[in-house]
Every structure is written in structure tokens, then in C-alpha cells.
């Protein structure tokens, strides 16, 4: 059975740093599109990061490059989320998901029906 378990989430001040991880297990995404999403209360769920676990495509959504990193362990057993310089607008409940399918991340990476699996979530708060 595949699951995926984020953890890491936590009440912090603005401007600190949290890594969030997502370990994989049942299934090694060898060359599957992996994304973070977050959902802030009344808000849809968006896209934050991707990654691609070949390691040939990374992207951010714009309101958190520069400050969050998408990484992946060379197993590819787990997915991390390094974010620096938090803010409250980061509030969120933070999601792993993975498309089991083999297409590219490429541009259509904030589409949430494309991820076949998804993780319970991990909350993150931020205060000012």
C-alpha cells in the first residue's frame, strides 16, 4: 500500500525556518512528478513547489521561490520542503502528493487532479 506521511509542521515566529518532509512508502517514484500544496483556512489548496524525481525539473510558485527549497534523498524515499524566512501569509496546512503517472512535471504542475496521491497534511503556523 502506498502511503505518504508529512511531518515537520509547527508554530513559529516570522522569519524562522521549518524543513517539512513526506516519507514514501510502498512504491519508489523513480521518474514521477512530486509537488507540496497548501490550503490556508477559506482558501483552495495551491501549489508550492514541484519536483520531478529524476532530478530534472524543480519549480516554485512565485510568492516562495527564493525562500523554500523542494528537495528529494537520493532513494527517493522521501520529499522535503526547506523554507526559510516564513511568513504569516504561510499559514497553511502543507500536502505531499505524487502523480503516479510518468508525464513531466512541466507547466501543468499546479494541477491538483493530476496527483493520484496525496498525503494526510502537516500544519504550519506563523505568527507576526
Known amino acids: 500500500q502506498v502511503r505518504l506521511v508529512e511531518s515537520g509542521g509547527d508554530s513559529v515566529q516570522a522569519g524562522a525556518s521549518l524543513t517539512l518532509s513526506c516519507v514514501v512508502s510502498?512504491?519508489?517514484?523513480?521518474?514521477?512528478?512530486m509537488a507540496w500544496f497548501r490550503q490556508a483556512p477559506g482558501k483552495e489548496r495551491e501549489g508550492v513547489a514541484s519536483?520531478?524525481?529524476?532530478?530534472?525539473?524543480?519549480d516554485y510558485t512565485s510568492s516562495v521561490r527564493g525562500r523554500f527549497t523542494i528537495s528529494q534523498d537520493n532513494a527517493k524515499t522521501t520529499l522535503y520542503l526547506q523554507m526559510n524566512s516564513l511568513r504569516s501569509e504561510d499559514t497553511a496546512v502543507y500536502y505531499c502528493?505524487?502523480?503516479?503517472?510518468?508525464?513531466?512535471?512541466?507547466?501543468?504542475?499546479?494541477?491538483?487532479?493530476?496527483?493520484?496521491?496525496w498525503g494526510q497534511g502537516t500544519q504550519v503556523t506563523v505568527s507576526s
Open positions: 502528493a505524487v502523480d503516479s503517472s510518468r508525464d513531466p512535471c512541466g507547466r501543468a504542475w499546479k494541477t491538483r487532479g493530476r496527483y493520484t496521491r
Open positions: 510502498g512504491f519508489t517514484y523513480r521518474r514521477n512528478c
Open positions: 519536483l520531478f524525481t529524476d532530478g530534472s525539473s524543480i
